[in-house]
């Protein structure tokens, strides 16, 4: 069965160093996401992307946040100045229409620690 | 803002018995999907309801959404020690692109 898989497993940076994480979604899938959860905490809406463009996004997606599709295949998130309260398991989704039409399917998630 | 909250948070008993899982909303939701996560991994898809009062059932899980869509139920039937982990219900307005996701209800079913 086809899956969405994310690179690193985990990933440990400085406070202030940029950090980009990268996900391959499931191929036939034009909606793409990014979730993240905080230890102990919900799984909390980072960010939407349709058609090559942000659809919707969160107040925690701010300008320290950016996502791209380089290629046909990947998606990025970039944090640019990585701070303590990043740390956290930033899964990446995807689904073939929106998510109010549509199940998302995670990939294993990307576990972020800063220091 | 929507929100969606689960109850119990923590629910632990013998193997055998039944459990009901609660998602609770003030918000109407165009859609209601339940995942299971295990530790270390992403959200699994179990089901998505979407229709005002739909049952689907999976072996012995029973899943509800209530007849104004701002509520879901998951029940399971005599519940099995491989039913332990982390049950979480999410929900999407209509037209909306994210999933709102609850607290999530972390299970053990002790043999």
């Known amino acids: 069965e086809p899956e969405v898989t994310q690179t690193p497993s985990h990933q440990v940076t400085q406070m202030g160093q940029e950090v980009i994480l990268r996900c391959v979604p499931i191929?036939?899938?034009?909606?793409f996401y990014w979730y993240r959860q905080i230890l102990g905490q919900k799984v909390e809406f980072l960010v939407s992307?349709?058609?090559?463009?942000?659809?919707?996004k969160s107040e925690i997606f701010d300008d320290q946040f950016s996502v791209e599709r380089p290629d046909g295949s990947n998606f990025t998130l970039k944090i640019r100045s990585t701070k303590l309260e990043d740390s956290a398991m930033y899964f990446c989704?995807?689904?073939?229409?929106?998510?109010?039409?549509?199940?998302?399917?995670f990939g294993n998630g990307t576990r972020l620690t800063v220091t | 803002t929507q929100l969606l909250e689960q109850s119990p948070q923590f629910l632990s008993i013998q193997e055998g018995e039944n459990l009901t899982v609660y998602c609770n909303s003030s918000?109407?939701?165009?859609?209601l999907q339940w995942y299971r996560q295990e530790p270390g991994e992403g959200p699994v898809l179990l089901v998505t309801?979407?229709?005002?009062?739909e049952v689907k059932k999976l072996k012995r899980l029973t899943f509800q959404f209530g007849d104004a869509r701002k509520d879901s139920s998951l029940h399971i039937t005599a519940a099995q020690p491989g039913d332990t982990g982390l049950y979480l219900c999410?929900?999407?307005?209509?037209?909306?692109?994210?999933?709102?996701f609850g607290q999530g209800t972390r299970l053990t079913i002790n043999p």
């Open positions: 989704a995807s689904s073939v229409q929106g998510a109010y039409n549509s199940p998302l399917h």
């Open positions: 191929s036939n899938h034009l909606y």
């Open positions: 992307f349709y058609n090559n463009e942000i659809s919707e």
């Open positions: 918000s109407v939701f165009s859609s």
């Open positions: 309801v979407v229709t005002g009062g």
């Open positions: 999410a929900g999407a307005a209509t037209g909306a692109q994210k999933l709102v």
